[in-house]
């Protein structure tokens, strides 16, 4: 059972439009979400998060979004950049669990020339 | 070092050998932790460590998997009687340890038993 959901396997975006990369979650528990990106052969690296008490954070071309309501959040990137060519991995934290990440499957984001 | 870094990057094995997976964390992390991920799926935690303990191991999957970190710095990952199942890479990542703190990766094992 996917705990955290990450629908669109691939998604493809001209350079310089807005890439929108969607994650769904079923856990109640969860108080803090995280983005990862993923490029081949190396190991995840953080790229923004946020806490269940906020519905947006904002850090230079990236903004997350938090819907609690729906079990939603979204990661925006503005403009896109074909360095943001990578694998974005979707990731959730429980408020009673302070250790462990719970991630989805990823979204592989092809920036197109 | 700079950031967590993990040897071997490769390993190739023969089912039903026994293999050791290393990580060296950043210096000064106090948690670490091992994930597993699998062909098309995101890292499956496996285990964490705060100092020398393992604070939380319900992720590794049965008991021919078992980790150490004796000294609350290296880690070390074991698995015993491998099988064609555990082929997957393994990553490691380490943090300052508080509650919301970034876990910072490794560039992972890639454990492959034939």
């Known amino acids: 059972d996917q705990q955290v959901k990450q629908n669109s396997p691939s998604l493809s975006v001209q350079e310089g439009r807005i890439s929108i990369l969607n994650c769904d979650y079923t856990?109640?528990?969860?108080?803090?979400f995280l983005w990862y990106k993923k490029y081949p052969a190396e190991g995840p690296t953080f790229l923004i998060s946020i806490s269940s008490i906020k519905d947006k954070n904002e850090d230079g071309r990236f903004t997350v979004f938090l819907n609690k309501s729906a079990k939603h959040l979204s990661l925006h990137i503005v403009p896109s950049q074909p360095g943001d060519s990578a694998v974005y991995f979707c990731a959730a934290k429980a408020i009673n669990r302070d250790d462990k990440i719970i991630f989805g499957k990823g979204t592989r984001l092809h920036i197109l020339p | 070092g700079a950031g967590v870094s993990q040897t071997p990057s490769n390993k190739v094995t023969e089912k039903g050998k026994y293999v050791e997976l290393r990580c060296d964390p950043i210096?000064?992390?106090?948690?670490l932790y091992w994930y597993r991920q699998s062909l098309g799926q995101g890292p499956e935690f496996l285990i964490y460590?705060?100092?020398?303990?393992?604070?939380?191991d319900s992720g590794l999957p049965n008991d021919r998997f078992f980790a150490v970190r004796p000294e609350g710095s290296v880690s070390t990952l074991k698995i015993q009687r491998t099988e064609r199942g555990d082929s997957a890479v393994y990553l490691c990542a380490s943090s300052s340890g508080t509650r919301v703190d970034t876990q910072y990766f490794g560039p992972g094992t890639r454990l492959t038993v034939l």
């Open positions: 460590f705060q100092g020398t303990g393992a604070a939380d």
């Open positions: 210096s000064g992390h106090t948690a």
């Open positions: 856990n109640s528990m969860f108080d803090y």
